[in-house]
């Protein structure tokens, strides 16, 4: 069964630029998760989707970062303008289930350098 | 506010060596506690525990839950080099899943 696949694996912007991450999710998971893991700290959830909608994004900066599934199935997030403070590994994850109580499958992560 | 609080944040032990990593938490209508292993890629999966007292085990690794003093703590026996990695716990309260800061462990030849 193949995993959740994320894209770019890195990325280096200069601040004030774009960047958008694209995530591909197990196939048949109902629920999508960004998290936003900063050097030396634990994942922070960015905003979770249940299949095309969103469940929760009240931890995303949303003067910045936009989120989006339109299928249902596959995201993408997009950071613009890029600050300093966003450099971060952005992992996506996947579960089946609807609820946040289970095992999540994460990707591999892309790292983001901001400078 | 929800908190989870792991300790140590970091470690370092030698192959064969036993090592406890412990896990504390305050969140509301507690659901679960996950372990989670990430060495350079993706997190993977090691444990959900929903029950106190109840062990989990895999192999070299155990897990225990204690409800009560709102804990848990992860052993490794027999530690290898390929344990080494971050560890990761996550409390799941009110739906919400909040991760600690993880420890990092290095085990030497």
């Known amino acids: 069964e193949a995993g959740v696949a994320q894209s770019p694996r890195y990325k280096i912007i200069e601040k004030r630029q774009s960047v958008a991450f694209w995530c591909n999710p197990i196939?048949?998971?109902?629920?999508l998760y960004w998290y936003q893991q900063i050097l030396g700290q634990g994942p922070k959830l960015l905003i979770q989707?249940?299949?095309?909608?969103?469940?929760?994004d009240s931890q995303l900066p949303k003067d910045r970062f936009s989120a989006e599934r339109l299928k249902g199935v596959d995201s993408t997030l997009k950071i613009q303008p890029a600050k300093l403070e966003d450099s971060a590994v952005y992992l996506c994850?996947?579960?089946?289930?609807?609820?946040?109580?289970?095992?999540?499958?994460f990707g591999e992560g892309s790292r983001l350098t901001v400078l | 506010e929800d908190k989870v609080v792991q300790s140590p944040l970091s470690l370092v032990v030698h192959e064969g060596d036993t090592v406890t990593l412990n896990c504390s938490y305050e969140?509301?209508?507690?659901?679960?506690l996950l372990w989670y292993k990430q060495e350079k890629k993706a997190p993977t999966f090691l444990f959900m525990l929903?029950?106190?007292?109840i062990e989990k085990k895999s192999g070299r690794l155990s897990s225990i839950l204690d409800k009560k003093e709102l804990f848990s703590i992860l052993n490794i026996t027999a530690t290898q080099t390929g344990d080494s990695a971050i560890y990761l716990c996550?409390?799941?309260?009110?739906?919400?899943?909040?991760f600690g800061a993880g420890t990092r462990l290095t085990v030497k030849p």
């Open positions: 969140v509301t209508n507690f659901r679960s």
């Open positions: 929903t029950s106190s007292g």
């Open positions: 996550a409390v799941v309260g009110n739906n919400d899943m909040r």
């Open positions: 994850a996947s579960s089946p289930r609807t609820g946040r109580n289970g095992e999540l499958f």
């Open positions: 989707f249940q299949n095309n909608g969103v469940v929760d």
């Open positions: 196939s048949g998971h109902a629920t």
